[in-house]
């Protein structure tokens, strides 16, 4: 679990989906599902503005009975977004996902954005960890791992 964050980014690709600060809702969400992704990065040319979620499109625009059509991201994006660095370790990300019930960050570098983690990177990462921990085990026991 020190594993750090970086490590998974380069697991996964440093590929990031963002939109300007001037998308609607409508625009931001056609962007989530393009892309097949639960948050997308809001960008304020090369600063990170803010996060826009799935979450965001039903507590903030639905249930708020706001028009997507007109509505800017900006209004309903969360915009104080929680960030890490590349050597934040797995550990400390599961930490901050389960105490501040977030699901994706940022991961930002020299004021730079490098990168996005979600909650389903870390679980994945986690799974295949412990999947190969196991076979590991499982060729010691039987006496196949050579040493």
């Given at each position: 679990m020190?594993?750090?964050i970086a490590t998974l980014l380069d697991g996964k690709g440093r590929a990031l989906?963002?939109?300007p600060v001037t998308?609607?809702?409508y625009?931001?969400?056609e962007a989530m599902n393009q892309h097949r992704i639960g948050a997308i990065l809001v960008m304020d040319g090369a600063k990170l503005a803010g996060i826009f979620t799935e979450r965001d499109v039903l507590t903030?625009?639905?249930?708020?009975s706001l028009n997507p059509q007109v509505t800017p991201v900006s209004q309903v994006m969360s915009s104080d977004v929680l960030t890490i660095a590349p050597d934040a370790t797995v550990q400390?990300?599961?930490?901050?996902f389960t105490e501040k019930r977030c699901r994706h960050?940022?991961?930002i570098q020299n004021d730079q954005l490098v990168g996005l983690i979600s909650i389903g990177d870390v679980s994945r990462w986690v799974a295949n960890s412990h999947r190969?921990?196991?076979?590991s085990l499982r060729q010691y026991i039987a006496g196949d791992l050579s040493t």
């Open positions: 020190n594993t750090s989906h963002a939109v998308v609607t809702v625009e931001a969400v903030r625009v639905i249930a708020a400390q990300v599961m930490d901050i960050l940022p991961v190969a921990e196991a076979e």
